[in-house]
């Protein structure tokens, strides 16, 4: 059996014809980039790059690592660790990835394209692996309405690309664009690829633009395969916008505060899955902002996303709460692999109704942690009115949370007063540890204000 190497485009290509394994895609780094030296990684052998994101955490390390590649069929992953380690975590656990350890090498098989954490020293220096499935749809460079970055480090006029109607922004494998990505009142735009738009060489809150990639009053947007990268203040903000969907993206963060991941204000339709968010701020958070138009924040599907924060919460909803709305709102099928602050916080003010939430088939890794969700309509610095929201039909199904202390996890519900309640909460098929969590009565906090609370069908007594 013969290896074929092939160069195509910015990728370097190895077709393997042996039993088991796929096609690979790799990209070249620029000599700009700085390798990352913690970690040698190969695929079928084939040394890829290792990239690194800065860190605002010493306890996790002033850098980590990624590497990105594509594959069509299993591969076999060796990493080769720049210092001895006692065991290695592979995260999401629920892959049931089971590395192979010798000495400072780690062996494991992917099945098909997966976005995973390696973890050799707990949360430090970890090493972040997004296996993509192949590319489709590479756009014409000569197209008149594609812009299109190449394998290399680019920069562009004033740090910021705008974009209009019906372009196409290409990233190239190996393209680092070092400028904010901004669009108003435009439709029919994509932006795709696999290379990374970086942030990182602007200080916290002034960057060139106020968002690295901004989105405002936007329609049929299509986001799919990039990077993010180090983020000097919110990252991905669709507002007033809608039918916007984001596939595949990464988020690669945790450099300085206030660097939220996806932020949809004031819009609907939105659709976002299969993408990895890591950040020292929210995840997600879904919200109403001051100005504009007030509009709801509406028919928001949130799926199949790997989730990691450093210090915040991984969905925050309504914390700011300057829209008619917030309703219709589910995410599914997802996995939060680290957090520090409760990762489902609902607080809606300004009167406005936070309803319609499903919240299903989340497995949440919560050693060492407790609450997993807050509800509470409440007041805080970023609203007007100065007065509470609403919180009605709420539901939390199939979660599977790991623990190292069971009765430790717990809900907690609370209305502000009789206008502004939580209503209409369920609970159904909640496991700890993967067996049924037994008493979920004992894991739920309720407080004044709150009405028709039902665990697997069954309503609470009030």
């Given at each position: 059996m013969k290896n074929v190497l092939m160069i195509v485009g910015w990728?370097?290509?190895?077709?393997?014809?042996?039993?088991?394994?796929?096609?690979?895609?790799?990209?070249?780094?620029?000599?700009?980039?700085?390798?990352?030296?913690?970690?040698?990684?190969?695929?079928?052998?084939?040394?890829?790059?290792?990239?690194?994101?800065?860190?605002?955490?010493?306890?996790?390390?002033?850098?980590?690592?990624?590497?990105?590649?594509?594959?069509?069929?299993?591969?076999?992953?060796?990493?080769?660790?720049?210092?001895?380690?006692?065991?290695?975590?592979?995260?999401?656990?629920?892959?049931?990835?089971?590395?192979?350890?010798?000495?400072?090498?780690?062996?494991?098989?992917?099945?098909?394209?997966?976005?995973?954490?390696?973890?050799?020293?707990?949360?430090?220096?970890?090493?972040?692996?997004?296996?993509?499935?192949?590319?489709?749809?590479?756009?014409?460079?000569?197209?008149?309405?594609?812009?299109?970055f190449g394998h290399g480090v680019h920069r562009v006029p004033g740090d910021v690309l705008q974009l209009k109607s019906g372009q196409t922004l290409y990233l190239a494998p190996g393209a680092v664009l070092k400028a904010a990505v901004f669009a108003a009142d435009a439709n029919d735009i994509t932006i795709t690829g696999r290379g990374i738009i970086d942030g990182s060489d602007w200080p916290w809150i002034k960057g060139p633009r106020g968002h690295l990639l901004g989105l405002e009053r936007c329609s049929n947007v299509s986001i799919d395969g990039i990077i993010l990268r180090g983020s000097y203040g919110w990252t991905l903000v669709p507002r007033e916008c809608e039918n916007v969907t984001v596939t595949n993206l990464k988020i690669v963060n945790d450099r300085v505060q206030n660097d939220d991941g996806i932020n949809p204000c004031n819009s609907r339709r939105i659709a976002v899955s299969d993408c990895f968010i890591r950040t020292d701020d929210d995840c997600m958070s879904i919200k109403g902002l001051r100005g504009g138009r007030r509009l709801p924040s509406e028919d928001i599907t949130i799926e199949n996303m790997v989730f990691w924060c450093s210090r915040a919460r991984i969905i925050l909803f309504a914390h700011e709460s300057q829209a008619e709305a917030m309703r219709r709102i589910r995410v599914v099928n997802s996995r939060i692999i680290h957090y520090t602050m409760t990762p489902f916080l609902m607080e809606p003010g300004e009167q406005m109704p936070l309803t319609d939430v499903v919240i299903d088939g989340i497995r949440i890794n919560a050693v060492g942690k407790g609450e997993i969700a807050r509800l509470r309509p409440t007041v805080n610095q970023y609203m007007v009115l100065q007065k509470p929201g609403r919180i009605e039909n709420i539901q939390f199904k199939n979660l599977d949370i790991t623990t190292d202390n069971p009765a430790s996890v717990f809900f907690h519900l609370e209305g502000a007063d009789p206008e502004h309640m939580v209503k209409q909460v369920s609970f159904e098929n909640i496991r700890i540890n993967g067996k049924s969590a037994g008493d979920v009565a004992a894991m739920?906090?309720?407080?004044?204000?709150?009405?028709?609370?039902?665990?697997?069908?069954?309503?609470?007594p009030e």
């Open positions: 990728f370097v290509v190895l077709a393997i014809s042996a039993i088991g394994r796929g096609e690979i895609a790799i990209p070249q780094m620029p000599d700009e980039e700085t390798p990352s030296a913690h970690y040698n990684v190969f695929i079928n052998d084939r040394q890829i790059p290792v990239w690194t994101a800065k860190c605002n955490k010493l306890q996790l390390g002033v850098l980590y690592s990624f590497a990105y590649f594509d594959m069509d069929g299993p591969v076999e992953v060796r990493v080769e660790a720049a210092e001895p380690f006692n065991e290695v975590v592979i995260r999401p656990q629920d892959y049931d990835i089971q590395p192979r350890t010798a000495d400072t090498q780690i062996h494991f098989r992917l099945e098909q394209p997966r976005k995973i954490s390696v973890e050799p020293y707990g949360m430090k220096n970890v090493l972040l692996l997004f296996a993509n499935p192949p590319q489709t749809k590479i756009p014409d460079r000569s197209d008149k309405n594609v812009i299109f739920l906090r309720i407080h004044p204000f709150v009405s028709g609370v039902s665990i697997d069908g069954t309503a609470l």
